[in-house]
């Protein structure tokens, strides 16, 4: 992980403000979704990509019934269904 030299304080509300270099190099903008991960004492800030329910995968992620889940984890709810 590369420093990017900037320091802010957070507010009484927890928040952050971002630099807009920071968001123009990043291709954040505003209401995009940023997914909050934490990796031992780091806290990680990365623009939300969904990710199946089942495998993780980022990969041809759609939306069914309200859950995130990749095509091949559909193909192979398909095929259970055919056998029953």
């Known amino acids: 992980m590369k ?3 900037v320091v802010r304080k957070v507010d009484q509300l927890g928040r952050i403000v971002l630099p ?3 968001r123009k190099r990043y291709q954040m903008n505003e209401g995009d979704p940023v ?3 934490v990796s031992g004492d780091h806290i ?3 623009r939300f990509r969904p990710r ?3 495998c993780s995968s980022m ?3 759609t939306e069914f019934k309200g859950r995130q ?3 091949e984890c559909m193909g192979e709810i398909v ?3 055919d056998k029953e």
């Open 52 to 54: 199946c329910v089942f």
């Open 3 to 5: 420093p990017a030299g």
């Open 20 to 22: 807009k270099s920071l």
């Open 69 to 71: 889940v990749c095509a």
């Open 79 to 81: 095929e259970m269904r």
């Open 59 to 61: 990969e041809q992620v």
């Open 35 to 37: 997914e909050i991960l």
């Open 44 to 46: 990680i800030l990365e």
